[in-house]
T-cell receptor, first 111, second 113 residues
Framework: AQSVSQHNHHVILSEAASLELGCNYSYGGTVNLFWYVQYPGQHLQLLLKYFSGDPLVKGIKGFEAEFIKSKFSFNLRKPSVQWSDTAEYFCAVRDDYKLSFGAGTTVTVRA | NAGVMQNPRHLVRRRGQEARLRCSPMKGHSHVYWYRQLPEEGLKFMVYLQKENIIDESGMPKERFSAEFPKEGPSILRIQQVVRGDSAAYFC???????????FGPGTRLLVL
């Protein structure tokens, strides 16, 4: 089964700073990759996904992620964060129907 | 179109009691997945069901845990004789077909005293 590692447990930023969250998965082949976000008190929402095609994927709320096959990575980025981006972010890899999640990164944006 | 619904949102049980967690998938979705999130960890796959069938329960503990998705009504995750280690957030997700994106419910936070 896939394992997913997220590099940072907790990130603290000021508004307008750039954000990059790392994600690596354990082995190659055809993978479907996802970033989910969980705002305080809410359920997981899909930010973006990669199935195939252009490795630079644009998601909602100004987020994007880049799939680098040679590095088994799918890092999430946002050029300029807002206070409302405070949340927990999960990277996930789908192997057939099973999603394997990273431990999550808590992002705190200071106003 | 309502999203995935889970209830209750919070559930407190004493050791030895039973916990029943319910999940109603999105309209048109016939594939349901349950995941568990322990403190400080990511979500872990438990079980995958289609209507009236358990497809894969490899992530579910062999004892005390069971899941069903009847022809009518929500999917149920049942935990018998709960122990403190069962305290976690339990998330349900659904998809229209197995290859498609899974959409998550708000989760049920189970606390075992």
């Amino acid at each position: 089964a896939q394992s997913v590692s997220q590099h940072n447990h907790h990130v603290i930023l000021s508004e307008a700073a750039s954000l990059e969250l790392g994600c690596n998965y354990s082995y190659g082949g055809t993978v479907n990759l996802f970033w989910y976000v969980q705002y305080p008190g809410q359920h997981l929402q899909l930010l973006l996904k990669y199935f195939s095609g252009d490795p630079l994927v644009k998601g909602i709320k100004g987020f994007e992620a880049e799939f680098i096959k040679s590095k088994f990575s799918f890092n999430l980025r946002k050029p300029s964060v807002q206070w409302s981006d405070t949340a927990e972010y999960f990277c996930a890899v789908r192997d057939d129907y099973k999603l394997s999640f990273g431990a999550g990164t808590t992002v705190t944006v200071r106003a | 179109n309502a999203g995935v619904m889970q209830n209750p949102r919070h559930l407190v049980r004493r050791r030895g009691q039973e916990a029943r967690l319910r999940c109603s998938p999105m309209k048109g979705h016939s594939h349901v997945y349950w995941y568990r999130q322990l403190p400080e960890e990511g979500l872990k796959f438990m079980v995958y069901l289609q209507k009236e069938n358990i497809i894969d329960e490899s992530g579910m503990p062999k004892e005390r845990f069971s899941a069903e998705f009847p022809k009518e009504g929500p999917s149920i995750l049942r935990i018998q004789q709960v122990v403190r280690g069962d305290s976690a957030a339990y998330f349900c997700a659904s998809s229209p077909v197995r290859e498609e994106t899974q959409y998550f419910g708000p989760g049920t936070r189970l606390l075992v005293l």
